[in-house]
């Protein structure tokens, strides 16, 4: 099997099977929590409603710890701090060693 091939299924298997689009996940278990919220400030706080949102929560802590782990893989920082997720700061170091790591002419 060709390398260039084989590259492509591995892509394609991480991306499937470990990242499955994290920040539409995060995204998506934010939107929910918030509608859940709402529902909570017109119907009142029940104990369904308590277990939801806690569900709903620990969902959303999962999901940006998935996040924060990806920022942090991505921009390659081992003196990171644990417990602190500032994705915007690791996502601008991700993209300015993109950059660099860029070809742009050859000689």
């Known amino acids: 099997m060709k390398s260039s091939s084989c590259s492509r299924i591995i892509l394609e298997f991480g991306t499937n ?4 689009n994290i920040h539409q996940l995060v995204n ?6 918030n509608i859940l919220r709402g529902l909570i400030q017109v119907d009142g706080y029940t104990e369904a409603f308590r277990y939801e949102e806690k569900l709903c929560m620990t969902t959303l802590e999962d999901a940006l710890h998935k996040e924060h782990l990806f920022w942090k893989e991505k921009a390659k920082v081992n003196w990171h701090l644990d417990g602190d ?9 991700a993209k300015i060693k993109n ?3 860029t070809i742009s002419a050859l000689i």
């Open 28 to 33: 998506d278990k934010e939107e929910k929590l």
């Open 17 to 20: 099977t470990f990242l499955c």
């Open 85 to 93: 997720r500032n994705t915007k700061y690791f996502h601008k170091v």
């Open 99 to 101: 950059y660099i790591n």
